[in-house]
């Protein structure tokens, strides 16, 4: 397999520790730098190494919670043998919206990161890119084993490079049971945690030994944000917890030497349209409390989805955006909903959250490779 060149952006200052240079063969030109602590000779997935004590210990562990819900900050309590919470998922089956190679940097590679998009959410985001399976339980349903097979194929047939599971947190008892499963009928890909990182520590916990990557979302920074675009309270808080839970279980991201990160914890932030001061609070956060050796994704996709741009209640049309990124005319304001947030992020706004991102320490950040597409 080639690799492509500058897979990691080298920092502005150098770290105190020498670069690793990895030449690929004697006839090119082309090589991959990584920093030594960064660099894995060899990776076994987490769970292989579970004790079969410890793997039965998890099955009870996520049954129990199965009858008495509490691994979401929503606390519901219930028993999803009888009856659902907020996430509108029973106990015996999760429900799948889309199982399929996925492309995205760090860990696509050339096969793609076998991702499993759960339907169903324990956040009601209103600008969710995904809101027609986040906000409502469409897709198929399938009981963990039916699901560990799914990563079988994911592995033998499509060959991709991981185990990529998508808004999993409140499926996270399924999950446990799916990835014992799998063990068990030979899977030996690294498995991916995608979370909004509204996760409880009992969650994360749980995981702890069969989740090799995390991948958690910090989407705002003040509770007054959270409430209002989120729905939910406290979220920056739990955000906190668990995302330094999930660094102390696995560290920063580290890769094997075809350029496919392997464990650790890759940080996401949704950069969103007048909302740069939280994004740069976030950076601030992250540089101090967790690691300035972190990797950083700043994503610039936003749009605005879901509920954003819909009639006011009374008004009889919406708006989608303005046009050409422009910002909200007073009249628009008047008639939409979420109008401080309907339009495009500017670029000069995900521009100052890198910078504060910078200026914090932090310097290991998923960038655009200079040949016009991703590095793998």
Not at 11 to 25: D, E, G, M, N, Q
Not at 26 to 32: E, G, K, N, P, V
Not at 188 to 212: A, E
Not at 347 to 360: G, T
Request: proline residues 6%; hydrophobic residues 40%.
């Amino acid at each position: 397999m080639s690799l492509l060149s500058n897979l990691l952006p080298r920092p502005a200052v150098k770290p105190s520790f020498p670069a690793f240079r990895l030449h690929l063969t004697a006839s090119t030109r082309r090589c991959l730098y990584l920093a030594p602590p960064y660099l894995l000779d060899d990776y076994i997935p987490r769970y292989q190494l579970l004790s079969s004590t410890d793997a039965a210990k998890k099955r009870s562990l996520a049954y129990a919670h199965l009858r008495e819900c509490n691994l979401c900050p929503r606390l519901c309590g219930v028993n999803r043998y009888e009856k659902t919470g907020v996430c509108l998922i029973s106990a015996e089956t999760v429900k799948v919206s889309t199982i399929a190679p996925h492309f995205e940097p760090c860990i696509q590679g050339h096969n793609g990161s076998g991702s499993v998009f759960f339907s169903g959410c324990n956040l009601r985001c209103v600008f969710c890119q995904n809101y027609d399976i986040a906000h409502q339980p469409n897709g198929f349903d399938l009981t963990p084993e039916e699901l560990a097979e799914w990563y079988l194929k994911l592995q033998d047939v499509g060959r991709v490079h991981n185990i990529n599971l998508v808004t999993p947190e409140h499926v996270v008892p399924q999950v446990i049971l799916s990835i014992l499963h799998a063990r068990e009928l030979g899977l030996r890909l690294p498995i991916i945690y995608n979370t909004s990182s509204f996760d409880s520590l009992d969650s994360i916990q749980l995981l702890d030994g069969l989740v090799d990557i995390y991948l958690p979302d910090f989407k705002v920074w003040s509770d007054k944000t959270s409430r209002r675009l989120l729905k939910a309270d406290s979220y920056t808080k739990t955000a906190m917890k668990s995302i330094k839970a999930m660094h102390e279980q696995v560290g920063d991201l580290c890769f094997t030497a075809d350029g496919i990160a392997k464990k650790g914890v890759l940080v996401r932030h949704l950069v969103m349209p007048g909302l740069e001061d939280e994004g740069q609070e976030i950076m601030k956060w992250l540089a101090q409390n967790i690691s300035t050796d972190l990797m950083v994704h700043l994503m610039e996709q936003y749009f605005p989805r879901a509920h954003v741009g819909k009639a006011r209640r009374g008004h009889a049309v919406g708006h989608v955006a303005e046009p050409d990124n422009a910002r909200a005319s007073p009249t628009t304001k008047k008639e939409v909903r979420y109008a401080d947030i309907n339009r495009p992020v500017d670029l000069d706004e995900v521009a100052s959250v890198k910078k504060a991102a910078q200026a914090a320490g932090l310097w290991r950040f998923i960038e655009a490779a200079r040949h016009g597409g991703f590095n793998i």
